[in-house]
């Protein structure tokens, strides 16, 4: 079945250290997307990718980086610069990033990381 | 004012209620509207796009109402199944499409 993979769906991070989420898609998508979730807001979007070698920041890029070297893979970096990083991570696609009925958001499973 | 807003409840209701969530938004020029279901700890789900005309899928019913800047959705007959956050988004045109997503409204079903 095609969909969006995302890895590790726990990880435990000390502060300073790095950390890469993988977000692989099989769906042929061309458009990427990291966003985050937090208690009590709505998704806020990280980065997102309309097209391989390319992607933009989104509304809380800081302390944060991706690279979308293959179109099937969005890799999301939470840098030590990243002041606050404990959070639900998503990473979507859509087959074009002009929404509408039939250009929606996918979502992968999510990637739980916790700060210790 | 958040560009998209949301009771976020919780609402309780018994099985076989009907209960109705509305969004507003903030941004005229906004295009496109959608309802996800998130359940607990796990990704958002599309549930329905939103027409300007409304659309209804089996026991849901959502409508757009632009002239106040809001959309609903309408849970027919509630089952158990139906508990989880809905999350209103909305796409506005703008270079490359902005998407904003609610904080979600959480419906639990009772027995």
Known sequence: ?116 | RKEVEQDPGPFNVPEGATVAFNCTYSNSASQSFFWYRQDCRKEPKLLMSVYSSGNEDGRFTAQLNRASQYISLLIRDSKLSDSATYLCVVATLGGYQKVTFGIGTKLQVIP
């Open chain 1, 1 to 116: 079945d095609g969909g969006i993979t995302q890895s590790p769906k726990y990880l435990f991070r000390k502060e300073g250290q790095n950390v890469t989420l993988s977000c692989e898609q099989n769906l042929n998508h061309d458009a990427m997307y990291w966003y985050r979730q937090d208690p009590g807001q709505g998704l806020r979007l990280i980065y997102y990718s309309q097209i391989v070698n390319d992607f933009q920041k989104g509304d809380i890029a800081e302390g944060y980086s991706v690279s979308r070297e293959k179109k099937e893979s969005f890799p999301l970096t939470v840098t030590s610069a990243q002041k606050n990083p404990t959070a639900f991570y998503l990473c979507a696609s859509s087959p074009g990033t002009g929404f509408s009925g039939a250009n929606v958001l996918t979502f992968g499973a999510g990637s739980r990381l916790t700060v210790l």
